[in-house]
């Protein structure tokens, strides 16, 4: 049974470089989530999708963050002008409507 | 400001040793949840909890909510190498949105 899958699992950027993250959810997930987990530290909570709408977007850091699910499935976590505090791994996850999230196994994004 | 507080945050134990660790908040939550994170990887989940004074077992993990819904404690009996990991727990608030801890490192020496 296929899990959450993203791509790619590694990102070297430029600081100033745009970056697209993909997040592929379990089939039939209603809800997608992205995290963000710094070095050291607990996933935080970027957004929020129910099917293609972006229901909870508190969590951008910035208005460079910009995520889309046109489909209602496969997910994108763009990054413009990235800067070296972006460097973190993005987790996405998906859910039914329960509280069980299921995540993927990230994408470790480092920016020079 | 982390809305849930894990602690010790760094734990080495010997192999056949027990162990608890703590997750504890001053916030209601709806459910809690306990995940183990390896290098590398995503989370993993362990359990849910949802009722106050809950208490799962999961093989030799015991997993217990507080009576208020606002703490959880994880003891592991026995441990074992391959229990070593992260150990991340998270509340569900609104949106089913989680607030993660920062996490417990456990080490299980052979």
């Known amino acids: 049974g296929a899990g959450v899958s993203q791509s790619p699992r590694y990102k070297v950027a430029k600081r100033g470089q745009d970056v697209a993250l993909r997040c592929d959810p379990i089939s039939g997930h209603v809800s997608l989530f992205w995290y963000q987990q710094a070095l050291g530290q607990g996933p935080e909570f970027l957004t929020y999708f129910q099917n293609e709408a972006q229901l909870d977007k508190s969590g951008l850091p910035s208005d460079r963050f910009f995520a889309e699910r046109p489909e209602g499935s496969v997910s994108t976590l763009k990054i413009q002008r990235t800067q070296q505090e972006d460097s973190a791994v993005y987790l996405c996850?998906?859910?039914?409507?329960?509280?069980?999230?299921?995540f993927g196994p990230g994408t470790r994004l480092t920016v020079l | 400001t982390q809305l849930l507080e894990q602690s010790p945050q760094f734990l080495s134990i010997q192999e056949g040793e027990n162990l608890t660790v703590y997750c504890n908040s001053s916030s209601v939550f709806s459910s809690l949840q306990w995940y183990r994170q390896e290098p590398g990887e995503g989370p993993v989940l362990l359990v849910t909890?949802?009722?106050?004074?809950e208490v799962k077992k999961l093989k030799r993990l015991t997993f217990q909510f507080g009576d208020a819904r606002k703490d959880s404690s994880l003891h592991i009996t026995a441990a074992q190498p391959g229990d070593t990991g992260l150990y991340l727990c998270a509340g569900a608030r609104g949106n089913n949105r989680l607030a993660f801890g920062k996490g417990n490192q456990v080490v299980v020496i052979p």
């Open positions: 996850a998906s859910s039914l409507v329960t509280d069980t999230q299921y």
């Open positions: 909890v949802v009722t106050g004074g």
